[in-house]
């Protein structure tokens, strides 16, 4: 069994997806598409920068999208490949789960952009520029990871935001609490703590107004039944029904990232392959859950011949 997986923000960088675009139509045809969604040269910033504007959470989310689908598309129709017959599941970090649903057919490309854009703006616009934080707990597993938060909270928000793998558990909340989790990290266990170069505190209940956006916008998108089932980031389960995919997006603005349990959970069930289209953030963290499975990072054209001889 195998599972196509898309990587979250972080993943961004100045020349993503230039590569592939030169090489193949129908990667141009994917950035184009969500140019003209969007009404803005975003794959222009994708390809030139400036950096600083790219690394924006409005640019960064529709830009790791459009990379990852872009990457996929290749897949697909110059390597004659059908998702619904080579994945079991898909699954998404954070903004990846859009990703995902797009590659599974739940969400079309230009819903998948402006969604992802109006994520972003609201996201961003949830919490004043300095008053929140988010700090990668290293060495830590979620417990010790919850234990941190705890003690560091002092009344404020501070909370796990994800937990990525065994080892890699980041947490989010008001930029006081984490600094004090950061100063605090290593008396409760973990070998390493460090403040992330983030511009708001993700999933974390400082994210309600976002979440609020996101109802309303999710409320009027169109979404499909997926061709395969979804995990999701909140439930860290299968997911193919529709409203509820539109509930458990707007509880994820907010909620933790469970995705080092989507990867247990999708072993499980008999997943062997992971294959992360666009990045290779996912690729070493799901090798650290399930040391025994294999996991692809499929980015350059020659990843992508390479996976279609292979499938």
């Not at 920068?49 to 459009?66: R, S």
């Amino acid at each position: 069994m195998r599972a196509f997986i898309f990587p979250g923000q972080g993943s961004q960088a100045v020349g993503m997806g230039r590569a592939l675009a030169e090489a193949s139509a129908v990667a141009r045809a994917v950035f184009e598409e969500v140019d003209e969604a969007l009404g803005q040269r975003l794959f222009k910033l994708m390809s030139e920068g400036p950096e600083d504007e790219l690394q924006l959470t409005e640019n960064a989310q529709p830009a790791i999208m459009a990379n990852a689908i872009a990457t996929l598309r290749v897949l697909e129709k110059e390597g004659g490949i059908r998702l619904a017959d080579k994945a079991d599941y898909v699954a998404g970090h954070s903004l990846g789960e859009y990703s995902a649903l797009c590659a599974a057919g739940a969400l079309d490309l230009p819903t998948t952009a402006l969604l992802l854009k109006h994520r972003g703006l609201a996201m961003q616009a949830a919490v004043p520029v300095g008053e929140g934080a988010m700090a990668a707990l290293l060495g830590a597993d979620v417990e010790k990871a919850r234990i941190i938060a705890n003690v560091a909270a002092e009344g404020e928000v501070c909370s796990v935001a994800n937990d990525n793998d065994p080892s890699q558990v980041v947490i989010s909340g008001t930029r006081a609490a984490i600094e004090r989790a950061v100063d605090i990290a290593k008396e409760y266990g973990a070998k390493r703590a460090m403040l992330l170069p983030v511009s708001a505190p993700f999933h974390c209940p400082l994210m309600q107004p976002a979440a609020d956006a996101m109802e309303k916008a999710l409320a009027d998108a169109r979404i499909d039944s997926p061709l395969v089932p979804v995990f999701a980031n909140v439930t860290a389960s299968p997911v193919g029904d529709v409203d509820t995919i539109r509930r458990l997006l707007v509880e994820q603005v907010t909620g933790m990232v469970r995705w080092r349990e989507s990867v247990l959970a999708m072993a499980e069930t008999g997943v062997e392959r992971f294959v992360e289209f666009g990045g290779k953030v996912l690729t070493p963290m799901v090798k650290r859950i399930v040391p025994d499975v294999d996991a692809t990072s499929v980015i350059t054209m020659a990843d992508i011949e390479a996976l279609a001889k292979a499938l």
